[in-house]
């Protein structure tokens, strides 16, 4: 009985929020209900999510939760979902963003409200998918799929230069995953199969003819595809533009779960995949990595615009994750899939408190605000907790996540370590600042003094982001027993080589 | 007794006629379309002649399924009935169906009296059939005329609209040319190897040393092919053609007589074996491709940039051609039918939107149609995904059949092409996508209803999208037997 159900419960956990979708479109457009329907929808996926972690085998390596048929025998495609430790959190994230989102977006949208839920629905379905599939091509075919909900919610919801940010967007991320196709293709054309199970023993085992020659661009195919996604430093530029114009619910998705889609990708199948290619190419990856945490941070400090100071704060944020990735050590990809999560908490809420404050000002600019704590302090208190989540302060969930990189950094390189580590105080600068202007001082706009505290929904969104900002703090061993044999085996064949190297 | 087994043999027997059912019916329901036309005042045929039109191209999808379980040859080796011609019988007969459904609202609201037009529909599905399962070059080319002759004149068919008539002009021109250059290569064929038919050619080249003809030969066969197929660089005529003819036709055309000269091209360069194809197809499809594409990013008019859009489609096609015939036959025939279900589908929402004299045309008339006609803009949506090749659509796994086949044969630099191609051609039909959502409408330009008979004519085309976007594998696994037969 409880097989059968985890057998399907990850089919039932992406499929949810699109039945939602169908059931949405015959809906007649009174609004209220809409709106609560989605969020009962998006709720019980997340309820039903929670069963993940809680049947979860800890200190088990491999997939769970598998489910595993024929879709199309020619090609040879199979629907297989399994979870390991990281996507399994990654997927409990999403889930919990997403009722979040819909309570962010009830007032804030009042156009074609039916379209926007549906939208969101169907982008929720679509980042599960993502986390879920071990089949390249299933794989291949979600990471497509967030792409077209993701640019109509920008291109459609979005403020002033929303279309140019839309189609910014989708040609960004559409021209690099072109790359990745073709390297899942060259996959299949050799091995007659997308399974990434059975492709990464082939490719073990030596079994892939003229593999050795076309590694390093099968990788490379990979790692732009997933590179522009994080972004990662040279292919950052569609990052502020599609924030920026984005609707609170697009910008809490967009940097709470779709970065993540490339940090993950780069886990699971750069280093999954190519270990031998990951190891020999880490050295610049990880000097761009460096790069992004650096230059993102200089670049949010003297942004005048919030959102795009967010926005920017997550380029930096994510350098930390690809830096802990291609470090190779155990604390380094604990490290950074814990800032995954983290970023994905704090960084969302964020963007709701940004979301929140436009709602009532019609504007972003820092300059329009200041001594906002007085007719806001609800509002203030939640803002400081998370600015304070976000900027690392020990006991709360940033600092977990850094300070796990950081160390794994150092032990591959203490140049490494040390660059990094500049970017926490970098972000303590920019955040505290703009906390400063925005909160403190005297009102400097009269029609701020005015400005409403937060409404009970605006709360309802807020305390469990705080909430479980706070725990991933305190008590990081719940996420961390369950990311660590994932890690684990991802790290194996490193062991390996690094054995191999010495023995020469 | 002798005689009598003679004359057995130049009677043709009830089996030969199996094998030309489908043509026999259409020929049967075009002349009545004929014979009715002159009985009728305007208004009333209108509609009757349109439904003696369907029934036809319903009858002649039957007759292709009955037809199905007769394999073999008939009318002396001049016409083979395999799954390959069947495939190709059913689509043409579908393409048919679901532009004829289009055309009753638009000939009405044109005001085309319509005898002729379907008569010249349903006779240019016949010669489209009969081009797939000819395997006689000079049946072939005869069925080529029929097909071409019928498509030069429902391009003209707005004859009110100077730009439909120098659109038909154009194509006549052009077309005959092509033609001429096929018979030709036909004659060069037939001087060296002695026989028109393919079976006898491709053993004979198989059999030994190549005579300089038949490369010369083969070589204007593809040419003439080639143009009827919209290839680079016999594709100029295409914009113009597609913008001056109605917009129903421009959605036949750009499929049904395409998928049938592919059939042909399948046959003469598979079959026959026909030697050095495979760089001359490389050149052909690399070229097809990046001047489609490019072509299409500059264009405002939706009928322009979907010609070039076809442009591309058919490099893309040819990319299947160059690959190994094991896997590029089944990838090119799942190609066919999925661009022709995604791209009929376009038209007949383009040829909705159009209204009296084609006015609204460019991608300005498309502003704000998420708001005005959410159904029609979700749709064409989806179509236009499905050309770009999104999952789910059938666009998608027919450039994915495509690629791999060409990754088999290790024509790794071509996919590389065709790669980076559909990510330029992303944009451009992303930029209509865009204009429909993400831009209001200037002036607000009422849209009729969605009529029954387009509304089924969009339904089945965005069924056939999806279903071949979710389940390939039962159209692929059909095709893939093509392959099979052909290979012993």
Redo the contacts between chains.
């Keep these: 009985m409880s097989n059968a159900l985890d057998n399907s419960m990850l089919t039932l956990i992406t499929f949810i929020p699109l039945a939602g979708a169908v059931l949405l479109m015959f809906f007649p457009r009174r609004d209220r209900d809409i709106r609560v329907f989605a969020l009962v929808v998006s709720l019980l996926d997340f309820v039903l999510s929670l069963h993940l972690p809680v049947h979860f085998q800890r200190g088990q390596t491999g997939f769970q939760y598998e489910i595993n048929h024929l879709w199309?025998?020619?090609?040879n495609i199979h629907y297989h979902m399994g979870v390991d430790g990281v996507s399994m959190w990654l997927v409990v994230l999403t889930t919990f963003l997403t009722p979040l989102c819909v309570l962010i977006s009830w007032k804030s949208i009042h156009e074609r409200v039916k379209?926007f839920f549906i939208l969101l629905l169907v982008l929720q379905t679509a980042l599960i998918g993502v986390f879920v599939a071990l089949d390249l091509f299933l794989f291949?075919?979600f990471w497509?799929?967030t792409?077209?909900p993701m640019a109509?919610l920008i291109?459609?919801y979005g403020h002033g230069r929303?279309?140019y940010a839309?189609?910014k967007f989708?040609?960004y991320t559409?021209?690099a995953s072109?790359?990745m196709?073709?390297a899942i293709?060259?996959l299949?054309?050799k091995t007659g199969t997308f399974d990434f199970v059975s492709i990464q023993s082939a490719i073990r085992n030596g079994q892939v003819e003229n593999f050795s020659g076309a590694a390093l661009w099968l990788f490379l195919g990979f790692f732009i595809a997933f590179a522009v996604k994080v972004p990662v430093f040279p292919f950052h530029t569609w990052l502020p533009d599609a924030h920026v114009e984005a609707p609170t619910a697009g910008s809490v998705l967009l940097a709470g779960v779709l970065l993540k889609m490339g940090t993950y990708g780069m886990l699971r199948f750069n280093l999954g995949l190519f270990p031998e290619q990951s190891r020999s190419n880490a050295s610049w990856i990880m000097v761009l990595a460096l790069i992004g945490i650096v230059y993102g941070a200089l670049v949010a400090m003297v942004q005048p615009n919030m959102k795009k100071l967010i926005a920017y704060s997550s380029i930096s944020h994510l350098g930390f994750v690809v830096l802990g990735i291609f470090s190779f050590t155990q604390a380094g990809l604990d490290g950074a899939t814990y800032v995954m999560l983290a970023h994905g908490v704090s960084t969302g809420a964020l963007f709701m408190l940004a979301g929140i404050l436009y709602e009532r000002r019609h504007t972003y600019e820092i300059a329009e605000f200041g001594g906002l704590a007085a007719p806001m302090p609800v509002y203030a208190t939640f803002f400081l907790f998370i600015v304070l989540a976000s900027v690392g302060l020990p006991l709360l969930n940033g600092f977990i996540g850094e300070f796990l990189v950081l160390s794994g950094a150092f032990r591959d390189r203490a140049v490494y370590g040390i660059v990094g580590a500049t970017g926490v105080i970098w972000s303590a600068c920019y955040l505290l600042w703009m906390y400063q202007r925005v909160f403190f001082g005297k009102v400097t706009h009269e029609v701020n003094l005015s400005l409403p505290d937060l409404s009970g929904r605006e709360r309802a969104a807020l305390w469990p982001a705080a909430v479980v900002a706070l725990v991933m703090g305190v008590a990081p061993l719940l996420w961390l027993n369950a990311i660590d044999p994932a890690v684990q085996t991802a790290l194996a064949p490193f062991a390996q080589l690094a054995s191999r190297m010495v023995g020469r | 007794m002798n005689n009598t087994t003679d004359l057995t043999q130049a009677i043709p027997q009830a089996a030969d006629y199996v094998r030309i059912l489908p043509e026999i019916v259409l020929a049967i329901f075009g002349m009545i379309v004929m014979v009715l036309d002159p009985l009728m005042d305007e208004r009333s045929s209108q509609k009757t002649l349109g439904v003696v039109a369907l029934i036809g191209s319903l009858t002649a999808l039957i007759a292709t399924l009955f037809q199905a379980q007769y394999p073999g040859l008939g009318f002396w080796n001049m016409v083979r009935v395999d799954s390959f011609s069947v495939f190709f019988h059913f689509l043409v007969a579908a393409v048919t169906t679901v532009v004829i459904l289009t055309s009753y609202e638009y000939m009405a609201v044109q005001g085309i009296r319509a005898g002729e037009y379907y008569a010249l529909v349903l006779f240019g599905a016949l010669g489209m059939s009969l081009m797939s399962s000819a395997v006689e070059l000079v049946l072939i080319f005869i069925a080529l005329e029929i097909s071409s002759i019928a498509t030069y004149i429902l391009a003209g068919f707005r004859r009110r609209a100077a730009i439909s008539s120098e659109s038909s002009v154009k194509y006549f021109l052009l077309g005959s040319f092509a033609t001429a250059f096929f018979l030709y290569g036909v004659a060069l064929m037939f001087g060296a190897t002695g026989s028109t038919s393919i079976t006898v050619i491709g053993d004979a080249l198989r059999s030994g040393q190549i005579p300089i003809l038949a490369y010369v030969g083969v070589a204007l066969m593809f040419v003439g092919l080639g143009f009827k197929v919209a290839a680079a660089p016999f594709h100029v005529w295409t914009p113009d053609v597609y913008e001056g003819a109605p917009a129903p036709v421009v959605g036949f055309m750009s499929t049904a007589p395409k998928a049938a000269a592919f059939a042909v091209l399948l046959r003469v360069m598979f079959e026959a074996d026909a030697p050095g194809r495979v760089w001359l197809i490389w050149v052909v499809a690399a070229l097809s491709m990046t001047l489609g594409n490019v072509g299409a990013l500059v264009q405002d008019n939706v009928k322009r940039l979907l010609a070039y859009s076809s442009i591309a489609h058919a490099g893309y096609l040819l990319v299947a051609f160059a690959a190994l015939p094991n896997n590029g036959i089944p990838a090119a025939m799942f190609y066919l039918a999925s661009y022709a279900a995604m791209n009929v589908g376009a038209f007949a929402v383009i040829s909705h939107i159009s209204g009296a004299g084609e006015r609204y045309v460019t991608l300005e008339d498309y502003e704000g149609l998420?708001r005005r006609s959410?159904l029609l803009a979700a749709m064409l949506t989806i179509f236009l995904?499905s050309l770009i090749g999104?999952?789910?659509t059938g666009g998608f796994f027919a450039k994915?059949?495509v690629?791999?086949a060409a990754?088999?044969a290790n024509l790794v630099g071509l996919?590389?092409i065709g790669?980076?191609n559909?990510?330029v051609a992303?944009?451009y039909y992303?930029?209509l996508i865009?204009v429909m959502?993400?831009?209001e409408a200037r002036e607000d330009v009422p849209l009729p209803r969605i009529p029954l008979g387009l509304g089924a004519a969009l339904a089945i085309s965005l069924v056939a999208t999806i279903y071949l976007g979710v389940?390939?594998?039962r159209v692929?696994?059909y095709a893939?037997r093509t392959a099979a037969e052909w290979a012993h």
Excluded: K
Excluded at chain 1, 72 to 75: A, L
């Design positions: 199309i025998s020619n090609p379209e291949y075919f497509e799929a792409l077209i109509l291109g459609i929303r279309v839309a189609v989708f040609l559409m021209v072109m790359f196709l073709a293709l060259w299949y054309a | 998420g959410p995904l999104i999952p789910i994915f059949y690629f791999s990754l088999q996919v590389i790669v980076l559909s990510a992303s944009y992303l930029r865009v959502y993400m831009r389940l390939p594998g692929l696994d893939a």
